[in-house]
């Protein structure tokens, strides 16, 4: 009879927890239009190209009185809001777990985001100042917010179906990034057609994307939940609470090792895809057309390799998974580094390799963190995750740099990569994540 009236609730459990994940997955949906759309196809180029309206005979622009090269204004914009999350990331993700209280966050995070990203409509003539604000207001907000939306992970999805969630999150995610972006596409190459300027085409694409996010955020917002709290102390400036953060991971030492690891081998990731269409427009000669239609077969195709790499984990566990994608990332830029100039196709089977590993590479580092971190803690250390992540990432753009300027080959710069997945997959299989788990104190799944 008790034991009955103790099992009974579990129906109604799991289904309350399918419906969080599944609301959960909208916020992927929401944001990553962002990313695809904002920072990887339509910003950089036309921010530049109101910077450069905007600049004196000398080709530079002087926000604050400070003389900035107008072709380096987005770079530099990027490079502050990442600075902008450094410091709030850690104070919002202490906040967060002390408070319990995420959605109400996730939300102020989210519609700061989208309201700048949608105000990019805005941006033109010699606005530049504009541009860079909004920049890098959308960014910083973005990176808090995937922040307090992965913490959600391991309180959503019991340890064995962890590696699934974060890889259907990863699918939405580049799902509607794809869809989005040929919809974008279509307006921007045919604007004519639809009687429309092509500066207001890029506009209405930006704006488009900030409607989107606020819009599908309302889904995670209304089936996510905040769970009370342990008592906590008060959080601390950002990056006092950011060193009390690395400290408190000092007594989980493998939980480092884990980070360590990750930030190595996501800091080539993140070089590949930014540095990838500058390979095919400088080194093979490819025109912008084909490049934006490469970044659209990678959207798709990460649908795809996440969704497999997720069933693949299922069967030889997140880690062989994960180490078995960073041999096919070394493969695929050692094939790069062959590729032949003034060939599309070659560069589209490139992009197709890169897809494939893309997005599983990136969701189940995520599903695999969120068991090494201790109860209590999820968003506080998610935004030390967040940081390695975004903020992090600059020693490969760094080395291909180098590279490029004592080589003169984008061929070799493009190979040096290679190095960070190597030292990456090495770091990684010296982790002995079952233990890791256990030392977070929480439950080792079978599979692991």
């Given amino acids: 009879m008790d034991t009955d009236t103790v099992r009974s609730p579990a129906p109604d459990e799991a289904a309350g927890r399918r419906r969080e994940q599944r609301g959960w997955y909208f916020y992927d949906w929401a944001c990553s239009v962002y990313s695809t759309s904002v920072l990887t196809v339509f910003l950089g180029p036309y921010l530049t190209s109101v910077a450069e309206a905007a600049a004196d005979a000398d080709g530079f622009v002087h926000p604050l009185g400070i003389p900035v090269r107008a072709g380096s204004f987005f770079p530099y914009a990027v490079s502050l809001s990442v600075l902008l999350a450094v410091v709030v990331m850690p104070l919002v993700g202490a906040a967060a777990d002390r408070t319990g209280r995420k959605k109400p966050l996730l939300a102020a995070a989210a519609y700061t985001g989208a309201a700048a990203t949608a105000g990019m409509f805005f941006l033109d003539g010699e606005r530049y100042l504009l541009g860079g604000l909004l920049l890098v207001v959308a960014n910083a907000a973005q990176s808090v917010a995937m922040m307090l939306y992965n913490s959600y992970l391991p309180q ?186 003034g060939a599309p196709m070659w560069f589209f089977v490139l992009a197709a390799g890169i897809g494939l590993v893309l997005g599983g590479s990136q969701a189940l580092s995520r599903s695999l963190f969120s068991h090494l971190v201790p109860p209590g803690k999820e968003a506080e250390y998610f935004s030390a995750y967040e940081l390695s992540d975004r903020g992090m990432s600059w020693l490969g753009p760094l080395l291909f740099g180098l590279t490029y300027q004592l080589t003169g080959s984008y061929r070799d710069a493009i190979v040096s990569l290679v190095g960070f997945f190597a030292l990456g997959f090495v770091l990684l299989a010296r982790v002995p994540v079952r233990r890791a788990i256990a030392d977070a104190g929480n439950p080792v799944p079978e599979r692991i």
């Fill in 156 to 341: 959503i999805a019991p340890p064995e179906e962890r590696d699934a969630v974060s890889s259907r999150g990863w699918a939405f995610g580049y799902a509607a990034g794809a869809l989005v972006l040929v919809l974008n596409l279509v307006l921007y190459t045919g604007h004519d057609r639809f009687g429309v300027s092509e500066g207001m085409a890029v506009r209405i694409c930006l704006a488009s994307a900030g409607l989107w996010w606020g819009a599908f955020a309302l889904v995670p917002l209304r089936r996510l939940r905040d769970r009370r709290a342990p008592e906590r102390e008060a959080a601390l400036p950002g990056f006092r609470q950011l060193a009390a953060t690395v400290r408190d991971m000092r007594r989980h030492p493998l939980t480092l090792a884990f980070l360590l690891a990750y930030l190595v081998y996501n800091d080539g990731i993140q070089t590949v895809i930014s540095q990838a269409s500058v390979y095919g427009s400088k080194e093979l000669g490819l025109e912008q057309s084909t490049l934006i239609v490469a970044v659209l077969l990678v959207q798709v195709l990460a649908v795809a390799g996440a969704l497999a790499m997720g069933r693949l984990a299922r069967r030889y566990g997140a880690k062989r998974t994960i180490l078995g994608s960073l041999v096919a990332w070394t493969l695929t830029l050692a094939a790069g580094y062959f590729l032949p100039a």
